[in-house]
């Protein structure tokens, strides 16, 4: 059956936040630290839209690599799962697009679909995916205890890219004269661009889609431009929106300051009485979680997405009563407990589908990325969300303490250079939209380092397959990466003629 041959269906914002509480252990209030794109591969029934086959031809195969790299002494290794997409490849030589895995499994779909799949249909092209070492199949039974977890790094996946990339070029029998591009998008974004930066005798160019190259402990603006985003009317935002918004979530800290929390309790149904401080932090985490997806995710159809349709849902006479229905549908109490969430952020029970133990630890060891909601900041939401509430799920999850974070944070930018990074061909893809272009490169840097900064798109929004309906920036942004890459190649095609 034709159906079959397609891997999971799309995964819009709307599913996202009725599936996330359930697939994620911290749920959709809490996983704003979980960076999906909305989309992992095409619908059946929208193949007909797109330039693409749909039998993706793809196989997998397993590497093994060196738990750590740059200890020899230590003589632990791990399989490293990597997809292998040759429909398109037209011979030996012709180049190589090597698809970057994020922080999770690495599905075929997700190699095999794409704007990068065009590209790769366009050249002739070889796609190869890399999973990243710790999420999926690329993990050990082990692989969510502290001991192992130190293994985990943006350099060493780095280092298994280096390593794939040479075994790769032998295992396929490539000329060796072949042009290699690295793609990723979200933290998979910033390891394209780094591994170009970091190794550019290994890759000639790298597309880096939504990558937040910049760490950093206390990220304001993300909530920053989720209230810019709001108010945009590109994606059918406004003022009025915004001034809803806040108005809803201020008469919850009004209450909360008038000694009314039992009432808050009652009208939210949480499951705890909320007199523990990080547990009405996790709820005002909770609560703002839906707009931030909303903004990272946003969907446009017609003349309504996302954003505008929580708009339409908060632009009513009392917003307060408005989040009470977001938030309250049911009759089951919400589970607001810092304890029960420290619980799921402590399970080191072996399985292949997890992804946020790990995540949350390189957060806590080298990036930070914490969605603060700080009084001092434009954020719309509860003051509330602060960094000692993410510096206790550090605590809480693996005893790194804040200093540690604060000191890995800056090493971090210190090593990669963060977002004034220096280097040639690579391009930072970003969207206005998308809170995370905050931390990513919005300017042409000297040196060949360009920026495609489109209005009115969301987080990884280039990285699906060209839709005819997509908005004008949308087409033209993916169209400038098009040209870039193409003039990529030919210059790498006269390089090799001039040799
Ligand atoms: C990945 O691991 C799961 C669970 O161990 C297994 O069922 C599945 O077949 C593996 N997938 C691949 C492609 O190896
Ligand atoms: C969008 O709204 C305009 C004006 O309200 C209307 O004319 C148009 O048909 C709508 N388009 C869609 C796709 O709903
Ligand atoms: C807001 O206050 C926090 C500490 O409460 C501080 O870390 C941050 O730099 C301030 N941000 C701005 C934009 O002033
Ligand atoms: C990190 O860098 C900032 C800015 O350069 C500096 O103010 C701060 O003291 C550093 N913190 C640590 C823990 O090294």
Known sequence: MKATTVLAVVCVAACLSIHASALSPFGVGRSQLHKKRWWSSVDVNDLHKYHLDDDPQGYFGYLTQPMDHF?????????????????????????????????????????????????????????????????????????????????????QQLADLAVFRVFAEKKLGMSGTNTWIVIGGS????????????YPHLVYGSVASSAPVRAQANFEGYNEVVAASFADPIVFGSEKCVASIRQGFSKIEQMKQAGQLAQIVKDFNTCQDMTDPNDFKTFASDLQGTFMSAAQYNYIEGNSSSIGTLCQQMMVPDPYQALVKMFNPGSTCSDVSFKDFLKLLTDVTFDPGAMSRQWFYQTCTQFGYYQTCDKNTTCMFLPEVD????????????????????????????????????GTRVIFVDGTIDPWHALS???????????????GTSHCADMAPNDPDAPPALKAGRLEIEKIVSGWLMQAEMEKKHK
Request: proline share 3%; aromatic share 16%; net charge negative.
């Open 71 to 155: 200890d020899p002494l230590i003589n632990k290794h791990f399989n490293q799962r990597y997809w292998v997409v040759d429909k398109y490849w037209k011979s030996k030589s012709h180049p190589v697009f090597l698809y970057e895995g994020e922080e999770a499994e690495l599905e075929l779909g997700e190699v095999a679909y794409g704007h990068h799949a065009e590209m790769a249909q366009a050249h002739g092209a070889l796609i190869l995916g890399l999973e990243h070492r710790f999420y999926g199949n690329s993990t050990t039974k082990e692989g969510l205890l502290l001991s192992e977890l130190q293994y985990l790094s943006s350099q």
């Open 187 to 198: 933290y998979a974004g910033a390891l394209s661009a780094w591994f170009r930066l970091k």
């Open 387 to 422: 960094l000692d509430y993410y510096f206790a799920w550090c605590k809480g999850g693996y005893n790194i303490p804040s200093s540690d974070v604060l000191e890995q944070v800056n090493f971090t930018n210190a090593y990669y250079g963060a977002d004034n990074p220096r």
């Open 441 to 455: 490169v919005l300017k042409d840097l000297p040196e060949g380092l360009k920026s495609v900064f489109m209005k």
